[in-house]
């Protein structure tokens, strides 16, 4: 993590595909795919499963309420997905001490309403996966209670636990987020998350450094016997592990010892009913941070790095072809200081224009100028003699994230063609991403003069939506 780690504004990711060591790692893979977590989640999935992302975090202390932690369940309405999470105090071999997991108990038996067109298509938006107001966090409390036996509401917070813990949970059914406050440890976490092999054509497809049978399955899928015939290799594992949560008691986590309560409950309230606090986090930074005047390239990658952390309300389908954006919007997301650094520096830091539009020397910009540049990167994607490969690829995650890039364009499109311009902020993210994206692009894809025009134009219009937001140093 501290060599590969993206060191993000809200938290530093990494993922595992791309780091051989610890995919090797026979500890990565007892503690987020132990054959009898394996077992469990299959049977709660009714069949084989496969593991379709596999992901670190560190996460340091912090108030905030970005779409990052707010109260949510996880993108997929039309699936179910399960998850492991295995969090401990970073550094140390203790369980979490801040920035826990916390969750609405049996909100996991509700179903999730979704929207039908006149042509009987299905479809959802990340909107509806989120609470990030005082009346969505009320609707998830008063859901909760139908499903309650004793006086609720009922919030876990798993914290303050003399081991890491490892928590399986239905994340696309289960109302859920990551508890960040300022008190407490910073908080380092594995997570893995499994979807049934037929649900999607998602994989991760990395086997080299597996090594049994099962973990090449959850990497690469196969058929339903070819899973049992894994299973069974693994049986003594599994036998262990169950004879050992029946000799060790305390194993097992009783979550009524997590129950915020009180004064404790009424702050969780407070918090996730003020909504997202991200625009107030960026500022307070960004004002301790150099001007445009003094380190341009310097501003624009925090800046950067702020906002593509911002709200994105991106479809669902009910065929599931959403999944093929995931990579690139990951990428994107998730890019270090350095790596937005050499994209300003070799895609927009060269332009004539660049010192120009850093002094604010910027015009008009609208959401219909964001569809048309969209439009117009889409069209250069999808066209590009090297879309087939061969383009520059720094490793695994990028050849990952250049074959997701256009169907990510695609559906960028659809958001921003629900965008308001008086929407700042959902423009202002959606604006980052296209112009990353833009950027990336160019260099993957050989996108030569046009791509360059096309960012440059993309800079211009995040660069003026920018000025035009409270707080922004000039």
């Known amino acids: 993590m501290q060599n590969r780690g993206s060191r993000g504004a809200l938290h530093s990711y990494l993922d595992i595909v791309s780091s051989t060591p610890l995919l090797g790692s026979s500890g990565l893979w007892s ?12 049977h709660a999935l009714g069949g084989p499963i496969k593991i379709v992302d596999l992901r670190a975090k560190d996460t340091y202390p912090v108030d905030v309420v970005a779409r990052d932690n707010t109260l949510h369940l996880d993108n997929s309405p039309f699936i179910d997905e399960y998850k492991m999470v295995v969090t401990w105090t970073l550094g140390t071999t203790k369980g979490p001490a801040g920035q826990g997991l916390t969750y609405l108990p049996r909100t996991n038996r509700l179903f999730r309403q979704c929207f039908v067109e ?17 009346a969505r966090v009320d609707q998830a409390l008063a859901l909760q209670s139908g499903f309650l036996h004793e006086a609720g509401p009922l919030v876990v917070h798993l914290t303050d636990l003399e081991a890491p813990c490892h928590t399986i949970f ?13 008190a407490g440890a910073a908080r380092s976490a594995v997570m893995a998350s499994f979807h049934r092999t037929d649900d999607s054509a998602e994989m991760l497809g990395a ?3 597996c090594r049994s ?8 899928g196969g058929s339903r016997e070819q899973f049992l015939e894994a299973l069974r290799g693994e049986m003594p594992r599994i036998v262990a592990a169950v004879d050992r949560m029946a000799a060790e008691q305390d194993l097992v986590v009783d979550p009524r010892r997590h129950l915020l309560t009180g004064d404790a409950f009424d702050e969780w309230y407070a918090r996730q009913c003020a909504g997202v606090t991200l625009n107030d986090l960026r500022s307070d930074r960004m004002a301790q941070s150099p001007t445009r005047a003094s380190s341009s390239v310097e501003w624009l990658v925090q800046r950067l790095q702020y906002d593509v952390q911002g709200p994105l309300n991106m479809p669902f389908f009910s065929d599931m072809r959403e999944s093929r954006r995931k990579r690139a919007r990951i990428r994107l997301r998730e890019m270090s200081p350095e790596d937005i650094c050499e994209v300003v520096e070799t895609e927009c830091a060269r332009s004539p224009h660049f010192a120009a539009l850093l002094r604010g020397e910027t015009s008009d910009a609208s ?30 995650t990028d050849e990952r994230a250049a ?15 629900w965008l308001e311009d008086d929407d700042t902020d959902s423009v202002i993210t959606a604006t980052a991403f296209a112009l990353l994206a833009s950027a ?4 993957w894809f050989g996108l030569g003069d046009a791509g360059r025009r096309l960012t440059q134009r993309l800079l211009q219009q995040y660069l003026t939506r920018v000025s035009s937001t409270p707080g922004t140093p000039i």
């Open 403 to 417: 074959r997701s890039l256009p169907s990510f364009v695609e559906d960028l499109r659809v958001t921003a063609g």
């Open 213 to 220: 049978p099962l973990q090449r399955f959850l990497m690469a």
């Open 170 to 182: 239905a994340a696309s059914r289960l109302v859920h987020h990551r508890y960040r406050t300022s």
């Open 207 to 209: 086997q080299d450094s």
């Open 367 to 396: 959401v219909g100028d964001l569809l048309t540049c969209l439009a117009e990167l889409d069209r250069l994607l999808r066209t590009s003699p090297e879309r087939a490969g061969g383009g520059s690829y720094s490793g695994a």
């Open 118 to 134: 006149a042509d009987e298509s299905v479809w959802s938006d990340e909107d509806a996966c989120v609470f990030p107001s005082k």
């Open 440 to 443: 990336l692009g160019s260099r």
């Open 31 to 42: 503690a987020v795919a132990h054959p009898l977590v394996v077992v469990v989640i299959a």
